[in-house]
């Protein structure tokens, strides 16, 4: 049966915060979309290709609606709910998943019994090619638009370039090979394109990324903050880079393009990117766009700009509760909750646990109720229109990726003397005692990846981290073992199985 649906991208003179709180410009809207379109994905009605994409204004609002892409649609998660809580979070062994109430396609990804019928998997490929078209059809239409100034039109090119390179990585991540696509195409050609190999993705990717440097700028004044940075360019193409490092690529010569790419960011540290002085600060939307390097724009008020990741990951609170909502929850404790594996990784004393993880709440009944739930970013105070209405941004990188990151490539150069310091500088935030420069680079390399784990909860960093390091098999069959679940994978789990309905459509081969 086929599945379709229809998703409304506001165009906005470009941010929906700090581009912000501003009047739409216009609506393109995408009709009903058959899985036989999931690779088009091409604006269809109302505003055709030839008579929209003529302008300046009109460029712009285009690439509004690719920045939109990665927002939720209140049926149906953005991003940040998609990709880095479902596919990646509930993945690993941050999450339990305790009962299947309902079918929930979460126990299903969490218990590794997810198949090709996986809803939020073919969700999750269509929302990332819907980007990917919308991309495609600017760059296609760019050349022929005039510009007033020329480095403003290098600037929204290069943008573009990056979000799409980003879209893709995000899906290889995913599912390993996906059809490259880099123009506009119809339905019969988008069934066509084969599977393309993973090195010559990552050969597009990076390609597109460092091409996009020279035309984005280092910071932007205060309508425009939330656009895509030199320094956000930098950092994809530091996670890119180590990621190929890693499994399954393991391509060795892009180590220490990682690490160029990750101490010119560095480098920026107080002029282009700020390390925040409190964990608790980087949570708090008030301080979108201040301490991220790149983050997905959220905004409440009804305009369907919200996320509603915080109430999916925490519970309805009684109305005595400081964190009360009184537009409710997705979350059941009874269900998926926050692990106790989790919980034990903190070490005493450790800041961030609090800001992270509770395990109680004041129920309905005004009751105390235990559950173990994420809260990092569920804010006291905030009056929602709906559930799905959250103001607060989603960090995609954070600087303090960057500097684990660099800590780990000056590791495996064999320099862990000089990579404690970057960890250091993280722990002493977190109110913990630094680490040894005498450390040997396996104790090092242990005390990172725990580091990573509690830096990074709920942001879905941590599953990717257990696949690149190739031990998820190890962790994740250790942590069914210690709760009697009956399951083991195998790296052949690392991917998900392709969308049935690409299957049908373009008959691809599918993930082992």
């Known amino acids: 049966m086929k599945t379709t649906y229809n998703k409304n991208i506001s165009l906005f003179p470009l941010n929906f915060k700090t581009f912000g709180k501003v009047l739409i410009w216009g609506t393109l809207t995408l009709g009903a979309l058959s899985c036989e379109k999931d690779l088009m994905l091409e604006p269809e009605n109302n505003i055709t290709q030839t008579s929209f994409y003529t302008t300046e204004l009109q460029i712009q609002q285009a690439l509004s609606g690719v920045y939109s892409a990665m927002i939720n649609s209140s049926s149906r998660g953005g991003f940040d709910v998609n990709f880095y809580l479902l596919a990646s979070e509930v993945r690993s062994n941050n999450f339990n998943a305790i009962s299947q109430n309902g079918n929930r396609d979460y126990y299903a990804i969490n218990r590794f019994q997810d198949t090709s019928s996986t809803d939020e998997m073919g969700i999750l490929w269509e929302d990332a090619y819907q980007l990917i078209s919308y991309a495609n059809t600017i760059l296609a239409r760019i050349d022929a638009v005039p510009f007033a100034n020329q480095a403003t039109k290098e600037q929204y090119r290069s943008e573009t370039r990056f979000l799409r390179a980003y879209a893709y990585f995000e899906l290889m991540r995913n599912f390993g090979k996906v059809p490259l696509i880099d123009h506009p195409v119809s339905p019969e050609e988008a069934a066509s394109i084969p599977r ?288 009697n679940y009956n399951f083991t994978i195998t790296t052949n789990d690392y991917l998900y199985q392709i969308p049935l309905s690409q299957i049908q459509v373009a008959g691809y081969e599918q993930n082992p």
């Open 196 to 483: 393309t190999e993973l090195a010559i993705l990552y050969d597009f990717i990076t390609s597109e990324l460092e091409a996009s440097v020279a035309g984005l700028k280092n910071v932007y004044d205060a309508s425009n903050k939330g656009r895509v940075t030199k320094s956000a360019a930098h950092a994809l193409l530091g996670r890119i880079y180590l990621t190929g490092n890693g499994y399954p690529l393991n391509n060795g010569s892009y180590l220490q393009k990682a690490k160029d790419h990750l101490f010119t960011v560095i480098q920026g540290e107080g002029q282009y990117v700020t390390f925040a002085p409190n964990y608790a600060d980087l949570f708090k939307s008030t301080n979108d766009n201040k301490y991220h390097i790149f983050e997905i724009q959220h905004i409440s008020g009804g305009l369907s700009q919200g996320s509603y990741l915080p109430s999916f990951v925490s519970p309805t609170f009684g109305s005595a509760d400081p964190l009360y909502n009184a537009q409710g929850s997705l979350f059941s404790s009874s269900e998926l909750g926050v692990s106790q594996s989790l919980i034990n990784s903190y070490e005493p004393g450790d800041l961030r646990r609090a800001v992270t993880v509770k395990t109680q709440f004041i129920a309905q009944n005004g009751q105390p109720d235990n559950a173990n739930y994420f809260v990092k970013f569920r804010e006291p105070g905030v009056v929602l229109t709906n559930r799905y209405d959250w103001p607060i941004n989603f960090p995609i990188i954070r600087y303090e990726d960057v500097l684990l990151m660099y800590a780990e490539v000056l590791n495996n150069q064999g320099s862990t003397s000089i990579a404690v310091p970057y960890v250091n500088k993280i722990r002493q935030r977190a109110g913990l005692a630094p680490l040894s420069t005498s450390l040997s680079s396996t104790d090092f390399t242990t005390a990172l990846r725990k580091e990573r784990r509690v830096e990074f909860a709920g942001e879905g960093v941590y599953w990717h981290d257990l696949v690149r390091w190739n031990i998820a098999k190890d962790v994740i069959n250790q942590a069914a073992a210690d709760l």
